[in-house]
């Protein structure tokens, strides 16, 4: 974990007493200066109040819960956010390790899928004060997929593009020919259709969703309703609900919406430069956009926030409304260097395994990327470590 030293004249007692707990961060965002260019820091300058509530919010991130607190429902993935949010630093992603299974019904691959009862996910832990353990039976569940543990960096950027943004890089018709097609998850929440954001299948509009649904599907914690129909509000346990309270929920939240997203490595070889040209050239640009514009700034993710069938035919995988089989948003490719095990269930170990394994709506980029010349492809690998 990275440290500073803070002058006392810039933090208020309360920050300090945090930074005192090891909950710092660079000085690059110290309060009132400098740019960001460390992972884990705020993307912007903080006011003191606003440090205290970034690092408070790191700080129930951080946290591990335990049974006096409601963990588990008894099921579980993990017993805090950092157990599967910790590389390299806090909110970043997890190992091939930390996947979690999904389970589901396509008839042996005839069709239709179907959700098994209880739905698709199965937790990877049972509390140990709980008896028993759900298996599912092979003649039930004929289908199963796993799920990488993504970053959380940058998200209060994503949550700031606004829908029509999105809206507009949709071609559910391929009007223009190039095979790829691009749409949008949109989600009633209170009678109104939003577009997902965040999640693989896209079934997260906001981070401040993201977080209610993170705290029931992972730790099994239940939050205070805020109406929009995301994570729980009450279970089964002894602990009374809501067992994370609306402090350290808006904590949280803050700390998410605030966290920077990574930053480019501003190498100078000219092979980077030239990776790009390609990347934009063989048609990587179509689905990982550079650049979209949020409320405020542009946000530099490459991603479109769009689903693509990006697998291969005759794909066995989970269904969702409006996310079938072999369907996945596209993920930002900010700090994609430091996210490794690829694709959504952490098939592909390396960038150049990543590319090859696109299929689909993506096999004519494929295609071109195989095309190229060696000197082509390794500039093009440099541009990705780049981001």
Not at 133 to 142: K, M, Q, S, V
Not at 241 to 262: K, N, T, V
Not at 334 to 362: C, F, K, N, V
Request: glycine residues 12%; proline residues 6%; charged residues 20%.
């Amino acid at each position: 974990m990275r440290t500073t030293h803070m002058k006392l004249k810039h933090v208020s007692i309360g920050a300090l007493a945090l930074a005192l707990i090891g909950l710092t961060i660079s000085a690059s965002a110290r309060i009132g200066g400098g740019p960001v260019i460390e992972l884990g820091d705020p993307h912007r300058s903080l006011s003191a109040e606003e440090m205290e509530q970034f690092l408070r919010g790191r700080k129930v991130f951080d946290r591990d819960f335990h049974r006096k607190d409601g963990l588990g429902t008894p099921d579980m993935n993990a017993d805090s956010c950092r157990a599967c949010h910790q590389d390299p630093v806090l909110g970043g992603s997890g190992g091939l390790d930390l996947n979690v299974s999904r389970f589901g019904r396509d008839h042996f691959g005839s069709g239709p899928f179907e959700d098994v009862a209880g739905g698709q996910m199965a937790s990877k832990l049972r509390s140990p004060w709980a008896a028993g353990r759900e298996e599912h039976d092979p003649t039930i569940a004929d289908v199963y997929e796993q799920r990488q543990t993504p970053p959380v960096f940058g998200l209060g950027l994503i949550d700031s593009i606004p829908a029509s943004e999105i809206l507009a890089n949709e071609d559910p018709l391929d009007l223009d020919g190039d095979g790829i097609l691009g749409v949008a998850r949109m989600l009633s929440v209170q009678g109104v259709l939003e577009p997902g954001r965040f999640g693989w299948k896209g079934q997260i509009p906001f981070s401040f969703d993201f977080i209610r649904d993170a705290m029931a599907g992972e730790c099994g914690i239940t939050t205070i309703p805020d109406g929009r129909g995301f994570g729980l509000v009450v279970d089964q346990d002894a602990v009374l609900d809501p067992e994370l309270s609306q402090q350290d929920f808006d904590d949280m939240a803050f700390w998410l919406a605030e966290l920077a997203p990574p930053q480019r490595g501003g190498s100078s070889d000219p092979d980077v430069v030239t990776g790009e040209s390609v990347f934009g050239t063989i048609g990587c640009a179509k689905c990982h956009i550079p650049t979209l514009q949020g409320a405020s700034e542009a946000v530099h993710l490459y991603s479109d926030l769009l689903l693509h069938d990006v697998m291969p035919p005759f794909f066995r995988g989970m269904a969702e409304p409006g996310a079938g089989v072999g369907m996945y948003r596209t993920p930002p490719l900010w700090g994609i260097s430091l996210s490794a095990p690829y694709m959504h269930d952490g098939r592909a170990e390396t960038l150049l395994d990543a590319i090859q394994h696109h299929d689909s709506e993506a096999a004519g980029v494929r295609q071109a990327f195989e095309a190229l010349a060696q000197a082509e492809k390794d500039a093009l690998i440099l541009f990705l470590e780049d981001l």
